[in-house]
């Protein structure tokens, strides 16, 4: 069976959820006072809602690459049963709730609640990528 629609679904999703990132840094950011564009003040922290949705996005942007590339080889290359397709929406849940915890929780304990689907998304992107590696040598 074919699960290609659960990756592009996912993709699609991903996307979305970097635009709503990219606009809530934006805007929160933009309507702090002495705003300067492109930097952030370097004495905010955890406790700072423009400095979570700053490092939210950022870390984001950070695990992007890995998530669209595994995941758009997989479609050219056919690798679209259950498990990559899995693998590929844990990944993009797991950002979710990520992001959500980021935006709701000033925490400096590491590891945080955050870190735990922080995990679980690296992991899903690691089982994309053994995937594909697995069906470019063997297949």
């Known amino acids: 069976m074919d699960y290609s629609a659960v990756i592009l679904v996912s993709l699609v999703l991903f ?9 809530v840094a934006s805007t929160v950011k933009a309507r702090a ?14 406790d700072s809602f423009i400095f979570r949705a700053h490092r939210t996005f950022q870390n984001t942007l950070e695990n992007a690459p890995l998530y669209i590339v595994c995941a758009l080889v997989g479609l050219h290359l056919g690798v679209s049963g259950p498990i990559f397709a899995i693998a590929s929406a844990v ?12 935006y709701v929780m000033a925490t400096e304990s590491n590891p945080s609640p955050r870190s735990y689907f922080f995990m ?13 590696t697995l069906e470019i040598l063997f297949f």
């Open 15 to 23: 996307a979305w959820m970097l635009v709503a990132q990219w606009f």
């Open 33 to 46: 006072d002495n705003a300067i564009p492109g930097k952030i003040d370097d004495n905010l922290s955890h």
């Open 91 to 102: 990944f993009v849940a797991a950002r979710v709730i990520h992001m959500l915890l980021y």
């Open 120 to 132: 679980i998304g690296w992991l899903a992107n690691i089982v994309m990528l053994v995937l594909l």
